[in-house]
């Protein structure tokens, strides 16, 4: 890959994360997902297990895309500029972020249904 791209997705995914992380510092302890999204999830659970990246940065509208770089470049040609939720109560969340461990302990049984969003655990028990 030339210098150029590699460079061009670096900060694409420098320029989401700080919308990730101020995400998960305000939602509390669980993550709130779309149905679609969360059934996505459940299906690609062993792909994201295997991610060569630590913490896996899961895009759910570019699942099972384990490269969030490509996941983020994706969704920015099916939608123009992908939307990252930033603030609590604004709708389903659009990236979440595991450690690999945590996506080991992680379960279909853990999540739950609510007022038409999934709510999955941010730190799973093992």
Known sequence: MPMGHRTARSLAL???LPCVTASADDAGDVWRLDPEAAGCLVQSLETYRAAPVEPVIIVLGACPQVDPVAALARMTQSNGTPRVRTAPGDGPDEVIVFTRAELE????GEFVESDGVVLVPRVPAC
């Open 14 to 16: 420098a320029a989401a």
């Open 105 to 108: 302990c992680l379960d279909a």
